[in-house]
């Protein structure tokens, strides 16, 4: 493989197109190997053609990941590890058992305050205390288009994130302290339901809109609101049908929606590169 490698600073094209035809059929494991050559170089050229074969292979185990995701069952499929594959496009070296670890710190001091006696309300109400008002998440006001939104790493770092994001990450948090919350894809601004209690254990299966005892709007602090106040406004802004944008979905879309909110954070910056890599992604949830 090393000899392969070496062949890589060949200044004939052909050559250089067959070495990284190769290359690229294998998977990450070969990139210390060839993160090992380019640190011994001194020919930039050479250290550039390693480097974008290293962020090809890289992207081509992001897209593996993800496309096992998608294809495990409901039931098996984690919201957190879904998460983490996005963060993968940007942070290819990313350890999703340090974030996970950050989300399970941050559940332990939030369980200490909650007790079996407690209402479903009166609990969502003290995580939205210690999430919003304690530890200060909020969303990015001054740099919304920011794609850094997007990542759960920056988020845990900078406690800010896009609407989608902050749904996403108040999902994972509410069902790790074993509250029944799933995702409502609300026009512009996703928010998080909480169902009956006898789905508690069944975070992954299907809710019903019959289900729903009330709503969460992450983007607002955790502002908690009624079945009927979000038909009103959907009524009175002409969505419909009303079901639609008021009833639980599923842990997919949401994945879906922060990559779209990637590929438009990245059409503002005129990142035509990572567009059409995200794009890649995307195409993903089509199949």
Known sequence: MEALINLLDDPDNTIYDMVEREL????????????KKWESSFDEGFQERIENIIQHIQFKETHHR?????????DERSLLNGFCHVDRFQYPDLNPI???????????????ELNNSLTLLEKITILN???FNVYGYTVNISNPHSAQNCFLNQLLDTKKGNPVSISIFYT???????????????PKNPLVAIVDAKLAKKVHG??????????INPSNKGAITSRKEIEY?????????TEEFAEPKSDVLFIRRLLETLFESYESLGYAEKQQKVKELLNLFKS
Request: glycine share 0%.
């Open 233 to 241: 406004h959907l009524k009175k802004n002409d969505y419909q049908p």
């Open 172 to 186: 994972i948090l509410a069902r790790a302290l074993e509250l029944p919350a799933y995702m409502i894809d609300f």
């Open 206 to 215: 299907n809710a019903h809109l019959s289900d729903v005892l009330f709503y």
């Open 66 to 74: 993800l496309k096992m995701w998608l294809k495990r069952k409901e």
């Open 98 to 112: 340090n974030l996970q670890l950050k989300v399970d710190n941050l559940r332990k001091s939030i369980w200490l």
């Open 129 to 131: 205390h210690f999430l």
């Open 24 to 35: 690229l059929k294998e998977n990450d494991d070969i990139i210390p190997v060839l993160e």
